[in-house]
């Protein structure tokens, strides 16, 4: 059976963004597996030369499919940066043991046993996991890493635990408070009601000044909301 593999690269978090929101969370997937690539590192990571190298490899083990994405946050090539796809991000993968059926696989390329992940590359996964979770609709307690996959692996590294990406993807406490806050026609109130706040709407901030938050529908009280 051929091996299931269509690379793209997405030089930016914008690039890959544009392409997640034309494609549909596939049925089976139900949440995020994070890894670490270990080999290649950042210093050794050539792009599309390293990704060919990484499916022979997978082909060797008698793979027929593998991890979906890899974050390359630095590399000694800039243009080799960037969000790769090795196994379609629709398809089911081999990344994670049990997880495979359910999770898509996520590599930050990089040796997180050695080192902790640098500014940069915790803040690529974080981005790229924060995408997936909103565009299809997962909740951040369904991201995991593949020790918690599989139990006595070392990957991500013991410089990245589940935990802390979690706590990471925690939606701020104000966006949940901010449910269901009404919009009204008018600033000062004396208009119509033009409808409540929904999960995942976003507003312009006007003037905090004068306690509220515009956008194309009305104004909304932010008043009393001390986390803003």
Known sequence: MAFDSQFIHW??????????????RPAWCTGLTNHNTYRPNEYQWRGIASMRTMQAAYVAKGWTSGPHLFLAAQSPNHATQGIWQMTPITHQGTHAGECNAHYL?????GDFNARPPT???YNLLIAVNRAILKHWNIPYTSVNVHNECMPGRTCPGKYLTGDQIRASLVPPAWAARCIGLPIYQRADHTGAL???????DQVVIDDLSNGHLADHRG??????????
Not at 13 to 24: I, N
Not at 219 to 228: E, Q, R, S
């Open 11 to 24: 030089p930016t978090v914008a690039s890959f963004v544009e392409y997640l929101t034309s494609v549909p």
């Open 194 to 200: 033009a409808g409540y706040l929904a999960t995942g």
């Open 119 to 121: 500014e940069l590359q």
């Open 219 to 228: 104004f909304v009280d932010i008043k009393g909301l001390d986390a803003l």
């Open 105 to 109: 696989g996520i590599e930050s390329v």
